[in-house]
């Protein structure tokens, strides 16, 4: 079955600067990754996703990026700001009618004012 | 109400108790998820239903029984559960689009789940 790891595990960085979280998968045949925030206390909420016949996709200030060969993909967050503080998760899983979700550990991302 | 609602939202349960966790969605969505969350470690799907047939079990065990009486509402059945099973569960819902498979999954806040 499908497998995902996504690094780092924590991740602190300034605000206004960037940050980035990878995740790699193992199953070729997963064609959808989705990236999920969680604020602490909160429940998960789709930030971003990518399907893979598109290599990157933007929307304002988070970029994903993904690389079919190599079987990774990333999340890119520009200009950070100390709302974007949370737990990021990745996930992987096949287009099908119930989208049976495999999700990395999560990253703590802590942005520094 | 709107969105996915789950309760109770806080349960303690004694390792001989059965209770039952409840979801509900208001979207209109025709698949319903439960997933485990525990500390240090990733989402753990347990249970999907696509509308309202089960059609995944990730190798959970016998004493968490789920239950999808309609599209608009899932159960977690829970009996005999041991300490390890303390967690957040959540619930999760979509709606699967010919072709496009299913979209976003929207999550409800959870149930804490302690058993002592």
């Known amino acids: 079955g499908e497998n995902v790891e996504q690094h780092p595990s924590t991740l602190s960085v300034q605000e206004g600067d960037s940050a980035v979280i990878k995740c790699t998968y193992s199953?070729?045949?997963?064609?959808?990754f989705p990236w999920y925030k969680q604020e602490l206390g909160k429940r998960p909420q789709l930030i971003i996703d990518?399907?893979?016949?598109?290599g990157e996709k933007k929307d304002q200030r988070i970029a994903v990026t993904l690389n079919k060969t190599a079987k990774h993909f990333s999340l890119h967050i520009t200009e950070t700001q100390p709302e974007d503080s949370a737990v990021y998760f990745c996930?992987?899983?096949?287009?099908?009618?119930?989208?049976?979700?495999?999700f990395g550990q999560g990253t703590r991302l802590t942005i520094n004012p | 109400e709107t969105g996915v609602t789950q309760t109770p939202r806080h349960l303690v349960m004694g390792m001989t108790n059965k209770k039952s966790l409840k979801c509900e969605q208001h979207l209109g969505h025709n698949a319903m998820y439960w997933y485990k969350q525990s500390a240090k470690k990733p989402l753990e799907l347990m249970f999907v239903y696509s509308l309202e047939e089960r059609v995944e079990n990730n190798s959970v065990p016998s004493r968490f029984s789920p239950e999808c009486p309609n599209s608009s509402h899932l159960f977690l059945h829970l009996h005999t559960l041991q300490p390890e099973d303390s967690a957040l569960y959540l619930c999760?819902?979509?709606?699967?689009?010919?072709?496009?498979?299913?979209?976003?999954?929207?999550f409800g806040p959870g149930t804490r789940l302690t058993v002592t």
């Open positions: 990518i399907r893979s016949n598109v």
């Open positions: 999760a819902s979509s709606q699967a689009r010919p072709g496009q498979g299913a979209g976003e999954q929207y």
């Open positions: 199953d070729s045949a997963s064609n959808y």
């Open positions: 996930a992987a899983s096949k287009i099908q009618g119930a989208q049976k979700l495999v």
